[in-house]
Every structure is written in C-alpha cells, then in structure tokens.
C-alpha cells in the first residue's frame, strides 16, 4: 500500500494488471511446490519410539515397553534431487555463476606490501579450499577420470508464522548452494516439525503408569526425537552414497562432473543449535561449539578463551556416539526416565541430551562433525539477538552515570 499510494507512483504502470489472473497464479504457484514426482516435493510419515514412563520415575520391571508414534505427511524434497535439478538446470549463460572450484580473493592498496585476503563468499574460504583438495588428493572411483567438484550445502533454519493470530507457524529449512554468491536467492528444502501435534499428548498420556500426563522432560525428548527423525529421512542413503562415491550429472557446459554433497554450514538461533546438536539449553557446557563451561563464559574474548575454543572444541566421535546408546538402552529397555540420575550421570559431564544425533548416526563413518558447520546467526545473535540488548545495557548504564556521556559516544 505504500508502494501504491507514493506520489511517485505511476498509476499506468499497473493499469492493465489483470489482478485476478495473477491472483490465480500465485494459488497455482504455491500447490506447484507440493506436486509429488521425481524432482519436486514428497511426504512420508516419520516416526519415533515413545518410551513407556513408570511411576515416580523409578524403573519398573513392566511389560510395557516403548511403543511407535507416526507423525504423517512431513513434506520434503530430496537432497540429492535437489542437487540433480539444480546443477542440471543450470544452461550456458548462468553456468559460470556456479563455482566449481574455489579460489582466493585479495585485496592489495598501495598502503599495504602483502595483498589482504577478502573472504566473503564460501568458495573463497580456506575452508571450501580443504574440502577441495582433500577431494582431489583421494582416490577416485574405480575406472571414473571425470572432474571432481564439491557441491557446498549451506542449511538455514527459522520458524515462519502463517497466521497474524493463533499459533499456527511453519518450521521451513532453506537450503543455499554455497558455490554461488551469497546475493543469490535460497529456497526451502522441508518443512521440519518443531512441535509435536496435539494428538501427541493422548498417545504420550497412555504411555505413561497411572494414566498422567507426559512430564515436561518426555515431551522434549519426543521433540529432539522427531526433529532427528526428519532429518535421518533427509540424510538418506543417496545423500550418503553421492557424499562417499559422488553423482555424475551433465552440466551446462556438456561435460559430465562427479560431485560430492559437502555441508558447509547450518544456520540458526540459540534455541536451535542446541536442538541441532542435542545439548541442553545452558547446561553445564553451554556452547554448541566447545566444552568450555558456564562459569569460564564471563572470561569470552580473551586470549585463553580463544585458545580453549580449539583445545575443548567439541567432536563427534565413537565415545560420544556409544555414550549416547548406552542412554538409549537405558531409556528404552530399561525403561529409565530421560532425566533420570542414571542417564544424566552419563551425559551430564558434557550437557548432552540422550537424543539419537541425525548427523551423528548418519555421517560420523564418513568424518563429518556435525559441530562445526554451526555459525554465528547474523539476525538473531547480532541484529535482534543478545549482543544489541548488550549494547543498549552499556548505553543505559553510560546515561545513568552522567548524560553528557551519550553526546560524547555519539560525537565519536
Ligand atoms: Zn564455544
């Protein structure tokens, strides 16, 4: 309304805009989205094992044992068909905005002797570099001489509402190609469930001795459960097979490639890095990153925390994975309570959550660890997150120490 109403606005632009037909277009668009064929978006039913909550959260030696809940219709597109259409899609004129190897961007002034190196896009970090090289140093497929290139998954996830009132919301995940400019537009890949659906909490209730309600802890355990759930469905074994041996496809400039499906980075609040790598929400080791902690954060930005960063990074490994099998065993043959004394015994050194990890149980045979694709969320951690209402609290606490303090920040 304000684009139209703006005195600049020129009425002729639009006067022979048949409104109902782009109406029309944009209802047809979005059912479009959800054909079900090769290429476009699928559903199956996900599901996850409840287990059986004894009474007081003392192990029963009850028959009752854990039993299937299905969430229906989680809406997705495949990985590697995305990856398919994408490079496929791709023709002579927009080809070579697609970069298959990486480079170094520098920057050279007449200030400066050594040129600076620019990073910006995914394709000039040192990180692409190492992925590449450690590509084309490995051997390749029995009898294959083609070009090996990394295809860079970049995963971005936020909540979407759908409705002005009510609850309503979609939890969309993006997916953006990292060997093309950042200026270029992501899409969404699924539509992950956050939330359990209603019906979940009769199922849980049955679940649970004496008929109450799922406690607190069950219903977030079910919630981490799902979220891996879906994704064990997206990191499916042709995501697995294309990340080991790679997928031949035609490209624009007629030459068949091999790519391999690397992922780069995954992008997301607070709330959801811990839900992504299975820790509790500031736990004794709050970082999704490192091992650092709670009561050594108030040291961030010094040296030593620096250091700690890599020394206590956290990993993916086979202690990490059999620790959280022994929980699950416990969980769900032992019938213990997911914050139970014996499985926070297990965990608690290193806050994790007894939630089967999607990318633990999927691609730790192949070396990934799933911590690191994890960054700083511009909007969230910057723009609205916790560094602005620290700034505000610094400028609060400058005014009330002396006003003329403000106008002096500002002059500088
Ligand atoms: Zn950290």
């Known amino acids: 309304m304000n ?13 022979d805009v048949n409104w109902g037909q782009v109406n029309d277009l944009l209802a047809t668009d979005k059912e479009g989205e959800w054909v079900d064929n090769d290429t476009g978006w699928v559903h199956t039913p996900v599901t996850i094992s409840v287990l059986y909550q004894p009474c007081c959260g003392v192990p029963s030696n009850s028959q009752a044992g854990p039993r299937n809940y299905v969430v229906d219709n989680f809406y997705y597109r495949s990985l590697v068909s995305v990856i398919h259409e994408k490079i496929s899609g791709m023709n002579a004129a927009n080809h070579h905005l697609f970069h298959m190897e990486p480079y170094e961007m520098l920057w050279q002034t007449e200030n400066h002797q050594q040129p600076v190196c620019v990073q910006g896009e995914l394709y000039t970090l040192p990180s692409f570099v190492d992925a590449y090289q450690k590509l084309q140093d490995s ?12 295809i860079a998954l970049m995963f971005w996830f936020d909540v979407t509402p759908l409705t002005s009132f009510g609850n309503a919301k979609l939890w969309p995940l993006y997916l953006f190609f990292g060997n093309k400019s950042k200026y270029r537009r992501c899409k969404p890949l699924c539509h992950l469930c956050e939330h359990l659906p209603d019906s979940f909490k009769d199922f849980a209730t049955a679940q649970t001795a004496g008929g109450k309600a799922p406690s607190p802890a069950l219903m977030t355990h079910c919630s981490r459960e799902l979220f891996h759930a879906q994704w064990k469905v997206l990191l499916d074994d042709n995501f697995l097979q294309a990340w080991k041996h790679g997928i031949m496809i035609l490209c624009a400039d007629d030459i068949n490639h091999q790519f391999y499906p690397r992922i780069f980075t995954y992008s997301a609040d607070y709330p959801k890095k811990i839900l992504i790598v299975s820790i509790h929400n500031l736990g004794k080791c709050p970082c999704p990153h490192c091992l650092i902690p709670l009561n050594c954060v108030c040291n961030l930005g010094m040296a030593r925390d620096m250091t700690q960063r890599d020394t206590m990074a956290r990993v993916d490994n086979v202690q990490r994975h059999s620790r959280i099998e022994a929980v699950q065993r416990l ?9 139970s004394a014996a499985v926070e015994k297990i965990l608690r050194d290193t806050s994790l959550v007894p939630t089967a990890n999607a990318f633990s149980n999927r691609l730790l045979s192949v070396g990934f660890n799933f911590h690191s694709m994890l960054l700083p969320d511009l909007m969230h951690e910057v723009e609205i997150g916790g560094w602005k209402a620290l700034l505000i609290h610094l400028l609060r606490m400058l005014q009330s120490v002396n006003d003329q303090l403000l106008v002096e920040l500002d002059r500088g």
Request: hydrophobic share 40%; charged share 25%; glycine share 6%.
């Open 3 to 15: 684009i139209l109403g703006d005195p600049e606005f020129k009425l002729e632009d639009i006067h």
């Open 139 to 150: 051997p390749p497929e029995p009898g294959c001489n083609l070009l090996r290139a990394i």
């Open 331 to 339: 969980i769900y043959e032992k019938n213990f309570m997911v914050n």
